[in-house]
């Protein structure tokens, strides 16, 4: 390349770049527009495309029909042996209760503060099955007492997000596994007019992408 070459291609780089900024707007998470007129590029160019920036309300339940059962025992109730006149005593048999957490985003602070509130709406109080956070490990603290027991073993059982395993609970336990708060870890935007990178080893029109920090 002789020196004038280089100095016109010098100049090329160097010099201002025809640039466009294009704004969509949509409801849904697919944004489809058409451009009128329509963009006309030169062929002997190279162009590329950048997200400058997204403005966006996003919700993401991690609460929903799948996990929103929480179930306790406060102790034991009187069970009568039917129609029996035999002057035989009535039975004793453990009640459980169902807490039927309504779907939406919650952190572990909120889901000890909807069970407390529901216990208290029973007539169980409020201070006998306390659910913390320990920031240590992630994991979650279920401390239980006055002869109350929590069941995991319930189909749809919250107790899962908080990290225990299924069983029945009683006394003071700390989650066998993390935390599992978060149903979305990152968000993809998606733009069908690039190529070039990398998801998990595949290829894919990915522009951005990004953890939320709400």
């Keep these: 390349m002789t020196d004038t070459e280089l100095l016109e291609k010098i100049e090329r780089n160097t010099s201002p770049k025809?640039?466009?900024?294009?704004?969509?707007?949509?409801?849904?998470?697919?944004?489809k527009t058409t451009f009128n007129p329509p963009l006309e590029f030169d062929r002997t160019r190279k162009y590329e495309m950048a997200l400058v920036n997204l403005e966006t309300?996003?919700?993401?339940?991690?609460?929903?029909?799948?996990?929103?059962?929480?179930?306790y025992s406060p102790g034991f109730v009187e069970v009568g042996r039917?129609?029996?006149?035999d002057g035989e005593d009535?039975?004793?048999?453990?009640?459980?209760?169902?807490?039927?957490?309504?779907?939406?985003?919650?952190?572990?602070?909120d889901i000890a503060e909807t069970i407390k509130i529901a216990m208290k709406q029973n007539g169980h109080g409020d201070d006998a099955v306390k659910i913390s956070a320990n920031t240590n490990t992630l994991k979650s603290v279920?401390?239980?007492?006055?002869?109350?027991?929590?069941?995991?073993?319930?189909?749809?059982?919250?107790?899962?997000?908080?990290?225990?395993?299924?069983?029945?609970?009683k006394g003071i336990h700390e989650s066998q596994n993390v935390v599992n708060i978060l149903s979305i870890n990152s968000i993809l935007v998606n733009v069908d007019v690039i190529g070039g990178p990398y998801v998990n080893g595949r290829t894919q029109n990915t522009i951005y992408s990004f953890f939320s920090n709400v």
Aim: hydrophobic share 40%; charged share 20%; aromatic share 12%.
């Design 18 to 31: 025809t640039s466009t900024q294009i704004v969509v707007s949509e409801n849904s998470t697919k944004i």
């Design 57 to 71: 309300y996003y919700g993401f339940p991690n609460i929903d029909s799948s996990n929103n059962i929480f179930q």
């Design 82 to 85: 039917g129609d029996r006149d």
């Design 90 to 109: 009535a039975s004793r048999q453990r009640q459980w209760v169902d807490v039927l957490i309504s779907e939406g985003s919650y952190d572990v602070i």
């Design 142 to 169: 279920l401390e239980i007492s006055n002869n109350f027991m929590v069941d995991s073993l319930v189909r749809n059982s919250i107790v899962s997000v908080l990290g225990f395993a299924q069983k029945i609970f």
